[in-house]
Every structure is written in structure tokens, then in C-alpha cells.
């Protein structure tokens, strides 16, 4: 029974224990197939995304490349910058910790919120920015006293830095933080903190400058806390840029100009290249580069002298009496006057059945009396040059004046250039459906009227009248050493027609005459530069327009006149005359006549340029250079009694 | 000494101590430490290189354990089988302390605090029901198996501490006393018809129910059914433990080397995801090697299972092993992203005091029944001599 019992029941026992050892093999079956399944058919899917769990990369944003001057000098470099940061883990009691640290530098109340506000919302080992641009004592006392200071840690970076200050703030442009339009694709733009270049040369040279970004494979955990580095791919830091700027010439400038809100530009009539590029008043670059306040902003837009427009490029005036020179030339190519012909001045012309008055007539003489070109440009002469345009009508004027780069863009490679304009006939049937009057011939004749240039034109002209009607353009960037610059093109100018005009420029300055004869004269003391002169050609704007009233009541001195109605002052020179080298413009906005405060501004420039002669100075910091041979060596300059022309771009 | 003569002492068990202890399955034990090496392997991993704070403070409990374990495995089994509903009874009580506590707001805790140890009642549950269910069994004749007492009474002896598990909240120790009473109701010869209704109906119940559940309870059933609904959520850990598992590949990343648990993308890398740490660092060359420890120990639960001559141990050994599969099964499965994350650790292998002292009493009272496999024992349960 008892047996019969005991059999039953291990028969079921048996039964049902291998119904469930069949089931358990079953499951465990099931393990081993889905561990292969994970371990080795997914395996490497798996190992990607393990691989992309644990590894962040991160940009190493390069170095940005220098603008260094034609010499190697650092016109923007990189500084370094302090900035101090809290690491809240290592804080612990943080309010505390601030509070000491705002006794060692200014930390404001606000700037203390947002610091808390960002410590709550980051992870606790995420650095929180404090203060940036720490000066080096800031640093040293927070330094100092770390031990007191948990958490606080002293990072340091590079910020970009312009040792000239604003002194060539349009020229070099600024970097500033990236904005959404300025995103490319290139990763290096979404980094916190990056900055591009956004005018000047910072802007057009910006690929070449920002170089390549470097990466760092960083291992992380599931917080995302950087354990250690994997892999590192460095960068390449930016490249130089080397301009034809001599930063001493544009420093002494700078300064030069004071107050003033003018241009002053200085160019190698051979090569183009630029010496000087300023515009007054300037901005500091620094200032954008750690974000402008709206205030800054506003102050800067809203200043009457207009700092943050280069006038330079984009200064549009009217030439004034500079443009005597291109007419007179122009005068000479088309035969319509002769170097001795002879017109008369009465102190004004009538034409058109009105007076056209000459400047003379509110001297004590009133009148030039019979006066030929050279004395006609030596004295601004308006009534010769009234004659002049009368006789030629305003498109064989503009002939003359395009070839001489006016009215165009001169192609020096920064944003927002302006062309001016160089009317014609058919322009102003174009432009306004009205035909062209005769009477504006006159105005066109003395440089006023519809007619505008940009100082870098006026810069380009003198090049292009001294260097013997050579098509040379300004340019910004110093050409690699051992590349040869281009030959520059002739303008078909006549030699002989040219010496007239040469002369005449010559005699503005140092002719018994001259409308510049009292400040412009050269003053060199030294055996090797007595006795240079400089050639130029003087010009004021009118910039409201003198009524009849008030000519009868006699004309106001400029200094009497508010400064916004007073005249512009232009000055266009080249020197040394004989052999010269160097053509400047010089635009002073409101400065009243171009003979009185132009004129001495570019007589002190022109002879800084003429006593450092940078353009037959190799850089100091490159033998290469030094050994090169000059792209084009003229002959030394040498006081003589007539103009010698160069031998153009032979050589 | 005759084959005859030493049966019959057998059967009577009046053994000495020593005696007992030379039929004690070493063997079995043997591999038991093979298991708990692997998971002390894995500790000390987990804890970046050191003892601490992980594999020092379990090597000693195991080494307690063993102690546990000889001292369990020769105790008269018929002590066991009299104090068996003593037992169940105080474990009960403790369950019932625990929920009590977490209503009267002291804050809702699965242990006690004894002081030396945390304590866990509803880890104690599994052997002491498991052998309450086989003391009732012991006494019911196979033609008896059918009557609905005999049925009614395990049935509410399980249900009773289930509730209260699931109440604590713990899911997964829950589940696993259930089906380990099932395996002991299935091997008493209660009728497949029976399991297969009790199976339906609960299927059918889980609309009614799924509303009961909380909120973490039914999320994790979502996430288990559809993984990447929330990957930084849910489904994060279950996400992270296939990439950590599957990144293994077959020979693993080295140990120590597993990135996945050293940076911390593993939840829980030294209790419920252990095993994922392990096939990490170890492959599926380590995983199968501990997946054939435990079917090792689980043939020898069987084996002990059929040696036994009576009903009581043979309940227990099966009971003991069904739970033992489960648990290890459960766990792998759910790291494996098979089953929903149930919060089931690793037995011998995760890190926790009540756990290993459970699993190593459960190894013990498993080499009583070895030990005592010839005994007979009376209808009625009492020691018969």
C-alpha cells in the first residue's frame, strides 16, 4: 500500500520535475540565445554607441593669426587674459566665498545674482564665470589669497589685443562674438566665447587669420564629468596677415590729427602700397571685442564726427580745388590751352548771364589779372579753371579723371568702399532725365558741384600725377617677400603735359605765391634732406552756399562760423618733388581752408614718411626681405633745379 | 558496518555531528564559491579596484554563510519540518511589522534594523514558506491532493505574504515567492487544469489591476515593452545595460576596463545590474561561465530532489531550486531587456547582506535534505523512531 503509494508518487514527482527541468532548460536557452544575440551579432552596434557614451569631443579653438605692420610689428596680437571662476562642487559654501571675493575685486550685486543663478542651473563641476579681463594685480590678490577662496580658480585665455589702440580702428576693423547670420557650417563658429572678425581687415582676412580648430577627444561619464583625455588633434593656428602699414607713421598720425575729424592717407606712388591709413576720430577695438554696451553703441553712432565710418573709403566730398589738377591736365591732353596761354581773372566770370566769382575777389587785390597754368594752379585760379572746363564741357574732363581713378572704387580690399562720382553728360540724362547745363561745366571746372571722391582716390591721383601717369592702385597687404609686384600700366599721359601740372603743384608750395607757400614748406634740417620740397595742391569745400547778402555784407571768416558750416580743407601732396616717392591726401572735415590747417598736417606727415623712408626699409625681422632686392628702387632723391620725372616702372 | 546497518541508522537519523558532516554535498559547495568568486570579482571591480565598499564587507557575510550553512545542514530535518509553520509564522509577523511601520508614516522601508544587520523579511519569506508549504504537503496523501481544502490552504498561506510583499512596495521579491510556491504546489501533484485556470484568470485580472499599480510599476512595464519611449528616462536603464552588455562582445573589454559601469552609465551596477558589469568586462565567454555555474547548482538541486525518500524534502529541494532559477533568471532577463526591470538581484552575486544569508540558509537547508535524504518521516510530520 504503502509502496503502491510511494510509486505513485515518484512516478509524478518525476514526471512533473522534468516538465519543469524542460521548462528551466528552455528558459535558460532563451538567455544564452538573446546574450548572443546582444553580445555578438550587436555587437559592434553596441560598441558604437558605447564608444559615443563615453567619448565627448571638443574643439580646441586655434590661436588667431597677428596683423603685424610692414616692419613685423604687432598691429593686433593676442594677450592674455585672466578670468576668474567658481567651481560650485568645490565650493561648498559659495555665498560665502563670493562674499570674500567681492572684498578683493568689484564684484557687482547683479553680476553676483547671475552667478548663483548659473551655479543652481549647471551641473556642480561646470566652471561658472565670474569676472573676465582681470588685470594682473586682481589676479595676483585673488591668488594670494586662494586658501581663503575654495572653488575659485584663475583661468587664463587669449583676448585680442591692439597695441595702437584706436589708432587704426578702421583700417584693422575688430573681432567680436559670432552672430547667427555669420554661421558657415564651420564648428569652430558655435563655440562659447569665439570671436570673428567683423570690419577692416579682421573681416576680409578672417579664413585666413582664424585658422584651423584643433580637437580633444575627451572620455566622460554618465554627468558628463571629463575623466581623462584620449586624443588630441591640435590646430593650426591662425596665420599672420602683414600689411604695408608702418605702424609708427600711422601712430604718429593718429596723433597727429588731434581732434579733428579728418582722413589722412599715405601710399607709395610705385608700389601702392599703403603707409598710412587713418581716419579720425577713431573707436576702441577693445571695446567689441568684450561685447559694446547699448550706451557705447549709442554714443559712438551718434557723434557728429562720425568715428565709426572710415572716411578713408567711404567719405564722400567733393574735391574742391585739388581737382584743379586734373583739369589742368586735362586741359593740356585735349589742346585746349597751352603751358603759357594766358587767361584773364577780373575776380569773377559771367556766364550764363551771372557772375562766377573767383576766391581772389574777397582779397585785397580782387583779381588774378592775366594768369597762366602754373600760376593758375599755384594760386587756384578759379576764373582759368572756369575758362578751362568752359572749353572742354564736363565728359573730356571725366576722361581725364577716371583714368586718374576718380569716381571709382580703388579696389584696396575693404568693406564698404565708395565709389564717389565723376559726372558725364549722359549720367545725368541717365540720372535725373534733365540734360546737362553748361553752367555746371564751371562748377565742375573748380572741383565742386555734382562731383565726389573718397580721400583714397585724392591719395591715388597725387600717386598717379607723380609717378608719371603710372595706373598704380592703393593696396593693404605687404606682398610676400621675393614676389615681384606687378608692372604697372601707363595712362598715356603726355611727359610734358604732365612736368606743367608738376610744376604747378610745385609752386602751390614753394612758389613766392602759392596759396600753401605758409605752411607746407618742407623743414628738414639734416645734410642729406635740405633743401626736399613737396609738390600738393590745396582745397577748401564750401558746405553751404554763400548767398548774395551775404557776399555784399562781406563774406564771414570761417572761424566765425559754426563748425558744421565751416568749409572743408583737402590737401593732395607727393614728395620729394624731384624724385618723389610718397603721395598723401589729406581730408580735414569743417577744417575751413585746406591751406591753412590741411596743409601743415601734411607737411609734418609727409616729413615723418620722408625721415623714416619706410617703403626702402627691409622688414628688421625677416633676413629673407633683407636679402630680396626691392621690388622697385628709384633712384635716391636728390635736390635738383628741375623735376625729373621717373623712368616709370622700367626698372 | 553493513550497507543494511548504516540504512537503517539513515533512516532512523541518529547520526553524529561529524557524520552528518561527511554527507554533507562539499561539492556543492564548492561551486556555490565558485559563484560567490565571480561576484566578488565583480565587487571589487565595481568599486574601482578596492575592497571597498562592496566586496570586503560581502566576503565576510559569505564566509558567516558558510557557517550558516553547516550548522543548517545538520540540524535534524525533522526539527525543520516541526518548526516550519514556527517559522513561517514569525516571518509573517515581521512582514506585517514592516507594512505597519510604513503606514503609521516612520517611513516605508523594506528591513528592520537589527542592529548588525539590515533585515529583510520578505527575502526570509521564500525559504520559510517554501518549507511551510511542504510541512502542509507532508501530511496530504496523493487522493487527498484534489480536495479545495487542501488547495484553499497553501493557496491563502501564499497569498497572504504576497500581498504584503507587493505592498511594501517590492514587485520582484513578490513575484518570485509566488512562482516559487507554485513550483511547490506543481510538484505536490496539484492538477496542471488548476494552474492553467489560476494562469488565465490572472491574465484576465491585469486590466483590473493595472490601475492598482504605481505609477514607477507601470512605467516600468511601458518601458519594458517599448524601450526607447523615454531613453533619458525609463527606458535609460535598460538602454544603457544593452549597450554595456552588447559593447562586451564575446571576450568583453577586460576587467576593470567595462566603460560603461566605470563612468556610470550603469544604474546600480553593484546590486540589480551586476550581471551586465560582468558580460561588460567579462563577455559572453564570462556570462556563459556563470550562467553554467548556476545550472550546475541547479542539477544538484534536482539530484537532491530525487534522492529524497520523503515528501517534505523533496518539496523543499524543488521548492528551493525553482526559486533559485527564477531568481537568477529573473535578474539576467531583465538586465537583458527580456523582462520588465523588476528590481530582482543576483543570487551569490549583487551586493546585500539579507540576500546572501537567504541564498546561503536556502543552500543549507537544500544539504539537510541531502544530509538527511533516507529519513523516514510519519504521515503526520512528528519524529518517528
Keep these: ?544 552756399r554763400i548767398s548774395k547778402a551775404e557776399r555784399e555784407a562781406g563774406v564771414k571768416k570761417q572761424e566765425e562760423l559754426p563748425w558744421e558750416e565751416r568749409d572743408h580743407a583737402l590737401f593732395i601732396a607727393y614728395a620729394p618733388s624731384e624724385q618723389p616717392r610718397y603721395a598723401m591726401s589729406v581730408v580735414v572735415e569743417h577744417g575751413a581752408h585746406g591751406s591753412d590747417t590741411a596743409s601743415p598736417i601734411a607737411r609734418d606727415i609727409m616729413m615723418k614718411v620722408l625721415e623714416y623712408d619706410p617703403s626702402r626699409k627691409p622688414r628688421v625681422d625677416e633676413d629673407v626681405v633683407a636679402a630680396a632686392p626691392p621690388a622697385m628702387v628709384p633712384p635716391a632723391p636728390a635736390p635738383t633745379a628741375t623735376p625729373v620725372k621717373p623712368a616709370g616702372d622700367g626698372q | 558496518m553493513t550497507d543494511g546497518f548504516y540504512s537503517a541508522r539513515l533512516r532512523r537519523g541518529d547520526m553524529a555531528p561529524t557524520e552528518k558532516l561527511s554527507q554533507v554535498s562539499w561539492s556543492l559547495l564548492f561551486w556555490v564559491c565558485c559563484i560567490f568568486a565571480f561576484g566578488f570579482a565583480m565587487l571589487y571591480s565595481a568599486g574601482g579596484g578596492s575592497f571597498q565598499p562592496w566586496a570586503g564587507p560581502q566576503l565576510a557575510r559569505f564566509l558567516a554563510g558558510i557557517a550558516i550553512v553547516l550548522v543548517v545542514a545538520i540540524l535534524d530535518i525533522r526539527i525543520l519540518l516541526q518548526y516550519a509553520y514556527v517559522f513561517y509564522g514569525l516571518v509573517l509577523i515581521l512582514l506585517v511589522a514592516v507594512d505597519v511601520r510604513g503606514l503609521i508614516g516612520m517611513g516605508a522601508q523594506r528591513w528592520i534594523d537589527l542592529g548588525f544587520i539590515n533585515l529583510q523579511p520578505s527575502e526570509l519569506m521564500k525559504p520559510a514558506l517554501i518549507m511551510a508549504l511542504a510541512r502542509y504537503f507532508q501530511g496530504v496523501g496523493i487522493e487527498d491532493i484534489g480536495r479545495p481544502i487542501n488547495l484553499l490552504v497553501p493557496v491563502v498561506m501564499t497569498l497572504v505574504p504576497v500581498a504584503l510583499i507587493i505592498k511594501e512596495p517590492d514587485l520582484g521579491t513578490a513575484l518570485l515567492v509566488l512562482m516559487s510556491a507554485a513550483g511547490v504546489l506543481f510538484m505536490a501533484g496539484v492538477r496542471m487544469w488548476k494552474f492553467a485556470l489560476v494562469i488565465a484568470v490572472g491574465l484576465g485580472a491585469i486590466p483590473v489591476i493595472w490601475p492598482f499599480l504605481h505609477d514607477y510599476q507601470q512605467n516600468r512595464v511601458l518601458t519594458f515593452l517599448n524601450p526607447e519611449r523615454d531613453p533619458l528616462g525609463d527606458g535609460y536603464h535598460i538602454l544603457q545595460s544593452k549597450i554595456a552588455l552588447g559593447s562586451g562582445g564575446l571576450f568583453g573589454k577586460g576587467f576593470m576596463d567595462g566603460t560603461q559601469s566605470r563612468l556610470n552609465f550603469l544604474p546600480e551596477k553593484q546590486t540589480d545590474f551586476i550581471f551586465t558589469m560582468l558580460a561588460e568586462e567579462l563577455g559572453m565567454v564570462g556570462a556563459l561561465g556563470l550562467l553554467a555555474l548556476y545550472v550546475i547548482v541547479l542539477i544538484y538541486g534536482y539530484s537532491i530532489a530525487f534522492r529524497c525518500r520523503h515528501q517534505f524534502g523533496r518539496l523543499v529541494a524543488m521548492g528551493l531550486t525553482t526559486g533559485f532559477f527564477l531568481f537568477f533568471f529573473i535578474n539576467i532577463a531583465m538586465v537583458m531587456g527580456l523582462l520588465p526591470v523588476v528590481g530582482v538581484t543576483l543570487p551569490f552575486i549583487s551586493y546585500g547582506g539579507t540576500s546572501l544569508l537567504t541564498l546561503m540558509l536556502c543552500v543549507g537547508i537544500l544539504m539537510n535534505v541531502q544530509v538527511h535524504r533516507d529519513i523516514q518521516i510519519s504521515m503526520r510530520g512528528g519524529i518517528d523512531f
Excluded at chain 1, 510509486?7 to 519543469?20: E, G, H, P, Q, V
Excluded at chain 1, 574742391?320 to 591736365?329: D, E, H, I, M, Y
Excluded at chain 1, 605687404?478 to 604697372?488: F, N, S, Y
Aim: glycine share 10%; hydrophobic share 40%; aromatic share 6%.
Design chain 1, 1 to 544: 500500500m504503502i509502496a503502491t503509494r510511494d510509486s505513485d508518487w515518484t512516478k509524478m514527482f518525476n514526471r512533473r520535475a522534468a516538465i519543469l527541468g524542460g521548462a528551466q532548460g528552455l528558459m535558460v536557452a532563451t538567455l544564452v540565445g538573446r546574450m548572443y544575440y546582444l553580445q555578438v551579432l550587436q555587437a559592434d552596434r553596441y560598441r558604437t554607441l558605447a564608444d559615443e557614451n563615453r567619448i565627448n569631443i571638443q574643439l580646441l579653438p586655434p590661436p588667431r593669426g597677428r596683423i603685424l605692420d610692414r616692419f613685423g610689428q604687432p598691429l593686433a596680437a593676442n594677450k592674455q587674459q585672466f578670468q576668474v571662476m567658481v567651481i560650485p562642487e568645490q565650493a561648498p559654501k559659495i555665498g560665502q566665498t563670493l562674499e570674500i571675493l567681492s572684498q578683493l575685486i568689484d564684484v557687482p550685486d547683479h553680476e553676483r545674482e547671475r552667478i548663483l543663478k548659473e551655479v543652481r542651473r549647471k551641473r556642480s563641476f561646470v566652471p561658472v564665470t565670474i569676472k573676465q579681463n582681470l588685470t594682473w594685480e586682481e589676479m595676483a590678490r585673488i591668488q594670494v589669497n586662494a586658501p581663503d577662496l575654495p572653488g575659485i580658480v584663475v583661468d587664463e585665455g587669449l583676448t585680442r589685443y591692439y597695441p595702437i589702440g584706436g589708432g587704426a580702428s578702421h583700417l584693422l576693423g575688430y573681432v567680436a562674438a559670432v552672430d547667427e547670420a555669420d554661421l558657415t557650417g564651420d564648428p569652430l563658429l558655435q563655440l562659447p566665447g569665439f570671436k570673428i572678425g567683423k570690419l577692416g581687415v579682421e573681416k576680409i582676412y578672417d579664413m585666413q587669420l582664424r585658422g584651423k580648430g584643433g580637437t580633444s577627444e575627451i572620455e566622460v561619464n554618465a554627468v558628463g564629468r571629463a575623466i581623462r583625455e584620449l586624443e588630441r588633434h591640435e590646430g593650426e593656428p591662425g596665420a599672420d596677415v602683414t600689411l604695408t602699414i608702418d605702424e609708427r607713421l600711422q601712430r604718429y598720425t593718429a596723433e597727429r590729427l588731434e581732434d579733428e575729424s579728418a582722413s589722412v592717407n599715405v601710399m607709395d606712388i610705385y608700389t601702392g602700397e599703403m603707409l598710412v591709413m587713418v581716419s579720425n576720430p577713431s573707436y576702441d577695438p577693445h571695446v567689441f571685442a568684450r561685447g559694446a554696451t547699448p550706451s557705447e553703441w549709442k554714443a559712438l553712432s551718434t557723434d557728429s564726427h562720425a568715428p565709426m565710418i572710415n572716411k578713408s573709403i567711404a567719405g564722400r566730398y567733393p574735391p574742391g580745388s585739388t581737382f584743379k589738377s586734373v583739369v589742368a591736365l586735362a586741359a593740356l591732353e585735349h589742346g585746349v590751352a597751352g603751358p603759357d596761354a594766358t587767361v584773364n581773372c577780373a575776380g569773377f566770370t559771367t556766364f550764363g548771364g551771372r557772375r562766377w566769382y573767383c576766391w581772389a575777389f574777397n582779397q585785397p587785390t580782387r583779381a588774378h589779372g592775366n594768369i597762366n597754368m602754373v600760376q593758375a594752379i599755384a594760386q587756384s585760379c578759379d576764373c582759368y579753371f572756369y575758362e578751362m572746363a568752359r572749353r572742354m564741357g564736363v565728359d573730356r574732363v571725366a576722361a581725364v579723371a577716371k583714368k586718374l581713378g576718380l569716381g571709382d572704387i580703388t579696389g584696396v580690399g575693404l568693406p564698404n568702399e565708395q565709389k564717389g562720382l565723376m559726372p558725364t553728360e549722359a549720367w545725368k540724362k541717365a540720372a535725373t532725365g534733365e540734360p546737362w547745363q553748361p553752367g555746371e561745366n564751371l562748377n565742375i571746372g573748380i572741383g565742386q558741384g555734382q562731383v565726389t571722391v573718397t580721400p583714397i582716390q585724392l591719395a591715388q591721383l597725387a600717386a598717379r600725377l607723380a609717378n608719371g601717369g603710372l595706373a598704380v592702385k592703393p593696396t593693404l597687404i605687404k606682398k610676400a617677400p621675393g614676389v615681384e609686384a606687378p608692372q604697372l600700366e601707363s595712362l598715356g599721359f603726355s611727359p610734358q603735359n604732365l612736368a606743367v601740372v608738376h610744376e604747378g603743384m610745385f609752386e602751390v608750395i614753394n612758389g613766392a605765391r602759392g596759396t600753401a607757400r605758409t605752411f607746407a614748406k618742407l623743414k628738414f634740417t639734416d645734410a642729406e634732406r635740405k633743401g626736399w620740397t613737396m609738390s600738393g595742391k590745396s582745397g577748401s569745400v564750401q558746405t553751404h
